[in-house]
């Protein structure tokens, strides 16, 4: 068969949800979504990839034979040394974990694991934002806050593979607790979460009444497009706090363009895609403001381009380089 012929898989894996990519040069064939539950256990977990895969490859229209490799985007700390993932929030059973041998068994074809954010960052720069760019940052506002680094055209993976993880820039040295064990950190003051948090005791308090009255003041149910709705119908109070914490990223991302001067930063994540004509602009102006001018002078900051196929298109990429597949 040519190699035109072949397929590559592209896997973002979450502890909640997977969505699975096939992939055929740049264009994506067909995408499926999964829930994904590692609390029932490992083989159950593995089971869902191995449905959600199948069933992408006969939406694709492709059969199994024709798949050449599979890259796998993944959140948590990964060790490139020994191709293990060392832990990964949410996932108990990833702990020092081989997951790219265990995927190469599943599909019986060459895997190849990264961490998520990176692998969003790679798409951006392969296919979407940051297309021909060769210094890039990227920063990913999720939950949490993901990070990754492109310089001189190559993915920075640092000595072990655990390089880019701007989320835990340290922004506050009276800031909030990180889920990382350190205080201050990017994500713990601007990270959905800690957004959630804030506005729901705006909307305790009365300041933010279309968000207490679409979503209520339960941190969970905050989710980026409740927040959305509630500043696009007019809540003054919440659309400050989210062009606050949208200054705080521009703070970190001023200590990236000065160390690293990049030629782009692309900011991505749920909450730039619910309301990133709000924190986008609000983020530049506040790198602009605080970085070296004749360094920030260059430098572009684009809203990501690929939404939630950036981490599939990536990882496919990813595997098809590694494996010139
Ligand atoms: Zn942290």
Known sequence: MAKKDYVVVGIDLGATKMLA????????LAAVKAKTDPSGGEREFFATIAA????????????????AAVGAGCPGVLDYRSDRIVSSANIPFIKDYPLARKLQKLFKVPAAVENDANMGLYGEQQFGAAAGCEHVAGFFLGTGIGGALILDGRLYRGSSGAAGELGHIFVDPLGPACGCGN????EALAGRLALAGEAAALAARGGAPRLMNDA???????????????????????KDLVRRKAVLVGLA????????????????????????????????????????????????????????????????????SKFDA
Do not use: F, Y
């Open 183 to 186: 205080r201050g950190c990017l």
């Open 21 to 28: 990519g096939v992939l055929q040069g740049k264009k994506v």
């Open 253 to 320: 991302m001023a200590n990236i363009v000065n160390t690293l001067d990049p030629e782009c930063v692309v900011l991505g994540g749920g909450l730039v895609e619910a309301m990133g004509d709000l924190i986008v602009p609000a983020a530049e102006e506040s790198m602009r403001r605080h970085a070296m001018p004749d360094i920030s002078a260059h430098v572009t900051v684009v809203p990501a381009k690929l939404g939630d196929l950036a981490i599939v298109m990536g990882a496919a990429q990813w595997a098809r």
């Open 52 to 67: 959600t895969v199948a069933k992408a490859l006969e939406e694709a229209g492709v059969k199994p034979s024709r798949l």
């Open 216 to 238: 209520g003041a339960d941190v969970r149910k905050l989710k980026s497009g409740a927040l959305a709705r509630a500043v696009e119908a007019g809540d003054k109070q919440l």
